[in-house]
């Protein structure tokens, strides 16, 4: 015959957060990190997202564009930080 064990309260329901192992807290900082970058996106970013720039278009990666532009000559990191905000 098996016995029940006595409800957890709930402080200890929330324990795991603190007691997790190594893989929870880096994803829990990988994911605050993505979220404060797609927050500050405005204020990091030099390039408006939604400006065309033909004569630049395709770049590669570089000091001025850290991932290139795209076909439209946007720079693919500015879009991308405005992209983790939708």
């Given at each position: 015959?098996?016995?029940?064990?006595?409800?957890?309260?709930?402080?200890?329901?929330?324990r795991w957060?603190?007691t997790g192992?190594?893989?929870?807290?880096?994803?829990?900082?990988?994911?605050?990190?993505?979220?404060?970058?797609?927050?500050?996106?405005?204020?990091?970013?030099?390039?408006?997202?939604?400006?065309?720039g033909l004569?630049?278009?395709?770049?590669?990666?570089?000091?001025?564009?850290?991932?290139?532009?795209?076909?439209?000559?946007?720079?693919?990191?500015?879009?991308?930080?405005?992209?983790?905000?939708?």
């Amino acid at each position: 015959m098996s016995t029940l064990a006595a409800p957890r309260s709930e402080h200890e329901r929330w324990r795991w957060l603190v007691t997790g192992g190594w893989s929870l807290r880096v994803g829990l900082v990988g994911i605050f990190t993505i979220g404060a970058l797609a927050i500050f996106a405005p204020w990091i970013t030099p390039y408006d997202p939604t400006v065309l720039g033909l004569e630049g278009g395709l770049q590669p990666p570089g000091p001025a564009h850290w991932f290139g532009t795209d076909q439209l000559g946007r720079d693919i990191l500015t879009r991308v930080l405005y992209a983790a905000r939708t």
